[in-house]
């Protein structure tokens, strides 16, 4: 079913505009974009995106009954990633409450295992005041993006990155130049981060990247 309007999939919306699955159009999500400005263009047949946005940036969104459901969300997400198209791809995450039980094994399956882009949000008004910031903000020339084809370059993972403890926008930065791809800082060990953000600073990434594993 995802394959009807390939061209869909690749389709970059204006500056300030976004284009959304119809499915949102009635949510409270959508009441937040457009109290931000934010123009929507919603479309039937995005497959499974829920929104893409001007700065070549798809985005599936996994609710809190997504995640406690079970295991379906993960045919959604590897349906996502092969779903064939050109923009970086992002998983917005609750992360509530109920769901927060769930979020490790969440966050191991898209960034460990599929090598996808992760942000836990705390709900509906939460991702639309991130989108609409994502929006805007392609609208300004981006000093950290690179020509290579590093994904921590890209704006996204640097605002996951600064979900860290203890992670601030500056060592955020200094982080991204260090390290090449998501993996590779996910995989750094403690020693190898200690001489960029010091001994506390290395304990926290390693921790927040491997807490998955404290139980095991």
């Not at 309007?5 to 119809?22: K, Q, R």
């Not at 929507?40 to 809190?64: H, Q, R």
């Not at 996502?80 to 490790?104: C, D, I, W």
Request: proline content about 5%; overall charge positive.
């Amino acid at each position: 079913m995802e394959n009807k309007a390939p061209e869909l999939l690749n389709a970059v919306p204006p500056y300030g505009h976004m284009i959304c699955s119809d499915k949102w159009r009635n949510s409270s999500f959508i009441q937040g974009l457009k109290g931000g400005g934010v123009k929507i263009i919603f479309e039937t047949e995005l497959g499974v995106a829920d929104f893409l946005l001007p700065n070549k940036s798809s985005v599936l969104y996994l609710s809190e009954c997504d995640i406690i459901a079970g295991s379906s969300y993960k045919r959604k997400v590897v349906r996502y990633r092969n779903a064939g198209s050109s923009f970086q791809e992002l998983v917005l995450v609750e992360k509530t409450r109920l769901s927060e039980q769930y979020f490790p094994a969440v966050q191991k399956f898209v960034v460990f295992d599929l090598g996808l882009s992760l942000l836990p949000i705390s709900g509906q008004a939460d991702a639309s005041q991130l989108i609409t910031q994502m929006v805007h903000g392609e609208g300004r020339e981006n000093p950290f993006r690179r020509k290579s084809s590093s994904r921590l370059l890209d704006p996204l993972v640097l605002a996951l990155v600064q979900q860290i403890p203890g992670v601030g926008k500056v060592k955020a930065l200094v982080l991204l130049r260090h390290f090449s791809s998501i993996q590779q800082l996910c995989n750094a060990s403690p020693a190898e981060l200690e001489p960029i953000v010091g001994q506390a600073g290395a304990q926290q990434i390693h921790s927040f990247f491997h807490k998955h594993t404290a139980g095991t």
